[in-house]
């Protein structure tokens, strides 16, 4: 039990309460060991000079007085508290931590478990985390709640349902755009090695062709289903597997030309040939409304502003230890005690 090493009590000792759910030391000082030690690097980079020690007694609200040490102990207390809501929400909605989440979650864990060296570097992170395999899961458990949340409460049949009109207001404030491709190569993709002027000739050509027959669809309610049917023949694109049904991205994510014959289509129109360092495309723009992935953004985001809502008006009531506990004071004793794991 970490927290029994650092702070000499259980990670059952409750802190607080959110709505009346108890939130213990081993929910809460994961959090705090993660932010103090985002705010030490930030705080380093500005205090160069002053002693490192008492970095966290620098006032960082002068109408509040608030010191960083008190900043990031609130911090902590939100994230937390937005954890336990979530938690709680999700049991009163229906949303669990089912089995496919535990098998995604066990592919996860493996992988950091690699990346980390193996079983003993990663015991060494969560003691210095201060947390457990258990208590570690558990904090994943409610990201993937979150995550059924976000994807279930808003959809049809929902009055928090969103409308035509709210997906394409929210693409167009987070400037997201949203297209399929026709992608006929001019080099090879493994060499990165320019086709021959012969090859990029029988390209362009073949593009030629495919753009006749997109321009040769005089029902508009047609044209997407002939756009995939020649897309998912002919197109070269390395990507297309993984995106199926097109690309929603924002400026400077995708190549200069692809980007701007984008955004001088209207959605449902169809680019001439566009060439870039990659070869010939031919654009479709899509209405994002009718996009999943919009969608998906939208619904995360709209979570996020309710999650934010229900932390305001949360009740928390405060543990004797919670209000004598001191960050600082965890952060010295944190810090002694990951000295003894190395």
């Known amino acids: 039990d970490p927290v029994q090493d650092v702070m000499g009590y259980r990670s059952s000792t409750v802190l607080f309460t959110v709505n009346g759910n108890d939130v213990t030391a081993g929910d809460y000082f994961f959090w705090l060991a993660n932010q103090?030690?985002?705010?030490?690097?930030?705080?380093?980079?500005?205090?160069?000079?002053?002693?490192?020690?008492?970095?966290?007694?620098?006032?960082i609200d002068e109408a509040q007085g608030t010191t960083a040490a008190e900043s990031v102990k609130q911090s902590a207390q939100m994230q937390a508290v937005a954890y336990s809501i979530i938690a709680a929400k999700g049991q009163e909605n229906g949303y669990t931590y089912t089995d496919e989440d535990k098998a995604a979650y066990q592919e996860e864990l493996t992988s950091v478990k690699d990346q980390l060296g193996g079983e003993e570097a990663f015991q060494n992170w969560l003691k210095s985390s201060c947390t457990t395999e258990e208590g570690i899961e558990h904090i994943s458990s409610i990201s993937y709640i979150n995550d059924h949340m976000a994807h279930g409460m808003f959809r049809d049949g929902s009055e928090d349902a969103p409308t035509a009109e709210t997906l394409t207001a929210y693409a167009d404030t987070n400037d997201l755009l949203c297209a399929k491709h026709i992608l006929l190569l001019t080099k090879d993709m493994t060499t990165g090695e320019a086709y021959s002027q012969e090859q990029?000739?029988?390209?362009?050509?073949?593009?030629?062709?495919?753009l006749a027959q997109l321009q040769a669809v005089t029902d508009p309610s047609q044209l997407e289903t002939k756009f995939d049917e020649l897309m998912n023949a002919?197109?070269?694109?390395?990507?297309?597997?993984a995106n199926p049904d097109g690309y929603t991205f924002t400026a400077g994510e995708m190549v200069e030309p692809f980007e701007t014959a984008t955004r001088a289509?209207?959605?449902g129109q169809i680019s001439d040939i566009v060439e870039s360092d990659y070869g010939y495309h031919i654009i479709l723009r899509l209405d994002p409304s009718q996009v999943e992935d919009v969608r998906y953004k939208w619904e995360s985001s709209h979570l996020t502003e309710l999650t934010q809502q229900w932390v305001e008006e949360a009740e928390i009531e405060t543990t004797e230890t919670y209000d004598q506990l001191s960050a600082k004071d965890f952060y010295e004793k944190l810090t002694a005690y990951r000295a003894t794991l190395n």
């Open 36 to 59: 103090m030690d985002s705010a030490s690097s930030y705080l380093s980079m500005f205090t160069e000079g002053t002693d490192q020690n008492n970095i966290w007694d620098t006032v």
């Open 200 to 210: 990029k000739d029988a390209q362009l050509a073949k593009a030629k062709d495919l």
């Open 234 to 241: 002919n197109s070269e694109d390395t990507g297309l597997a």
């Open 265 to 267: 289509l209207s959605p």
